[in-house]
T-cell receptor, first 113, second 116 residues
Framework: DADVTQTPRNRITKTGKRIMLECSQT?????MYWYRQDPGLGLRLIYY???????NKGEISDGYSVSRQAQAKFSLSLESAIPNQTALYFC????????????FGSGTRLTVV | AQSVAQPEDQVNVAEGNPLTVKCTYS??????LFWYVQYPNRGLQFLLK??????LVKGSYGFEAEFNKSQTSFHLKKPSALVSDSALYFC??????????????FGTGTKLQVIP
C-alpha cells in the first residue's frame, strides 16, 4: 500500500457542487499539506496542518476548506466548485521541519465543468 | 520572499549523454534545497536534498546536485541519461531559519526528455 493515499484519483464534477478529496497516510508524520498543481505554475499550497488541532491557510485557500480528522487523515473540500478549480491536487506529509522532504500522494485530477 | 526559478521548461538530451537541469533560488537566509521527480500520473518523489556540508549531494537513481552559494544555484545532474529518466523535475527551497512554519517554495518544473 502507498504511504500516502488519495481518493478519488479522478473526478469530474459540475459547477456549484460540493466535493471532498480525501488523504490518508501511514508514514506517522504529524504534518500534512494540500497542494494544487497547474501547468506552468508549479505547486501552490492550499492548506497545511501540523497536528489534529492545527489548521493553517496557505497561499491560495479561498474557495477551499480542510478537515484533519485524525493524525493520518486530512481532507480537502471545495464548497462550491468552479471551473478554475480544475487542477491536479496533491496531498503531502512530512516530519516536523520538513528537512527530510515531503512524501506525496499520487494526486487527484479534478475537472469542474 | 523566497523564490525558485527553473529557467528551462524542457530539456532534451540523448541517451547516454550527461544531463543538467537548472535551478536558482532566492531566500533571506541559508537555504534547504530539494529536488523532486514526477512521472506521468504519479505524485512527486523526493530525489535529494542539500541541508549543509558538502556542496555535491548525491541522491536516488544516480542523480546528484551541486549547491553553489555564490551563484544561488542548485543544478541537478546525471553523468549518463537513461530514457527512463524522462519526467518532470521540480526544484524546491526552504529558508533554514524562518521560524514557525517553514514554507517550501517549488519551482514551475522542467520536463526532461531523454531521446533514445
Amino acid at each position: 500500500d502507498a504511504d500516502v493515499t488519495q481518493t478519488p484519483r479522478n473526478r469530474i464534477t459540475k459547477t456549484g457542487k460540493r466535493i471532498m478529496l480525501e488523504c490518508s497516510q501511514t508514514k506517522g508524520h504529524d504534518r500534512m499539506y494540500w497542494y494544487r498543481q497547474d501547468p506552468g505554475l508549479g505547486l501552490r499550497l492550499i492548506y497545511y496542518s501540523f497536528d489534529v488541532k492545527d489548521i493553517n491557510k496557505g497561499e491560495i485557500s479561498d474557495g477551499y476548506s480542510v478537515s484533519r480528522q485524525a493524525q493520518a487523515k486530512f481532507s480537502l473540500s471545495l464548497e462550491s466548485a468552479i471551473p478554475n478549480q480544475t487542477a491536479l491536487y496533491f496531498c503531502a506529509t512530512s516530519v516536523a521541519g520538513g528537512v527530510d522532504g515531503y512524501t506525496f500522494g499520487s494526486g487527484t485530477r479534478l475537472t469542474v465543468v | 520572499a523566497q523564490s525558485v526559478a527553473q529557467p528551462e521548461d524542457q530539456v532534451n538530451v540523448a541517451e547516454g549523454n550527461p544531463l543538467t537541469v537548472k535551478c536558482t533560488y532566492s531566500v533571506s537566509g541559508n537555504p534547504y534545497l530539494f529536488w523532486y521527480v514526477q512521472y506521468p500520473n504519479r505524485g512527486l518523489q523526493f530525489l535529494l536534498k542539500y541541508i549543509t556540508g558538502d556542496n555535491l549531494v548525491k541522491g536516488s537513481y544516480g542523480f546528484e546536485a551541486e549547491f553553489n552559494k555564490s551563484q544561488t544555484s542548485f543544478h541537478l545532474k546525471k553523468p549518463s541519461a537513461l530514457v527512463s529518466d524522462s519526467a518532470l523535475y521540480f526544484c524546491a527551497v526552504r529558508d533554514r531559519f524562518s521560524g514557525g512554519y517553514q514554507k517550501v517554495t517549488f519551482g514551475t518544473g522542467t520536463k526532461l526528455q531523454v531521446i533514445p
